[in-house]
């Protein structure tokens, strides 16, 4: 049942805490039954990597600085990812559904992110202070949407990162409609992120076997990435995929 304060999270299947509750109680009766002893995982559980940073699933609704257009995409419940001291560095609102352009036997082989189209709708994130992305830019404190980008293969970005694959950035005021749009136009539009002529990028690793839960995973050379999986819409076809999206660290690549 929905409250006064909003949608009812733990109620709602399409929730990022609905779908960690029940991902617990399927872990639960498996070690019970197995008599394994291991750390009980609660719907407000910290996920730790490395002692350094945490990942966590929250009730928070999606910031009014999005459009209604965009608010409608996401699904209730965030991701909040935080430091050793318990400061925030980004929390993430992430799309319902992810439509894709998969042919059925491409979905049989699994969805990559090259079976999304190029700046598909991925979400939002919120900073409280300032981010440095991939690129080593510095990102305002805000609100900004996140789409699907690729490297261009021009020449100019080789050696500049392990993959070809990033989230854009683009600031939530000037991103209203969730519409695809041509590369150029979502280079263009990223790059108001940072005021640079380069847009505002957030490296994603493959997540080729993604878990129940979003958890903090260490990629070494002090990258960490929040891997979570979403539901994918394929024509008829229904399956998932994973993201790994960096969420600390940046290029080594001067």
């Known amino acids: 049942m929905a409250t006064k304060d909003g949608p009812d999270l733990v109620a709602d299947p399409s929730s990022l805490f609905f779908q960690t509750r029940l991902a617990w109680k399927k872990d639960h009766m498996i070690r019970i039954a197995t008599g394994a002893v291991l750390l009980s995982l609660t719907l407000t559980s910290t996920l730790v990597a490395d002692g350094k940073y945490s990942l966590k699933p929250a009730t928070t609704e999606a910031p009014a600085e999005l459009s209604e257009s965009i608010r409608a995409l996401l699904a209730p419940g965030s991701i909040q990812v935080t430091d050793v001291k318990g400061t925030s560095i980004c929390e993430l609102w992430l799309r319902k559904d992810i439509p894709s352009k998969a042919t059925p036997e491409q979905v049989k082989n699994g969805i990559t992110y090259r079976e999304l189209d190029e700046s598909l709708l991925l979400g939002a994130i919120r900073f409280d202070q300032t981010f440095t992305d991939f690129r080593k830019q510095k990102i305002k404190p805000g609100v900004y949407t996140l789409r699907l980008g690729f490297q261009p293969m021009d020449g100019d970005h080789m050696g500049t990162a ?65 891997a979570f999986k979403r539901p994918v819409i394929a024509g008829s076809e229904k399956t998932t995929i994973g993201f790994a999206l960096t969420v600390v660290g940046h290029t080594t690549a001067e």
């Open 162 to 226: 392990p993959y070809q694959e990033f989230c854009l950035v683009s600031p939530a005021k000037a991103d209203q409609k969730p519409d695809l749009m041509e590369p150029k136009e979502l280079r263009e539009l990223s790059a108001k992120s940072t005021g640079t002529a380069h847009p505002s990028v957030m490296l994603l690793f493959p997540n080729e076997k993604p878990g129940e839960m979003p958890k903090l995973e260490d990629k070494g050379n002090d990258i960490f990435v929040a």
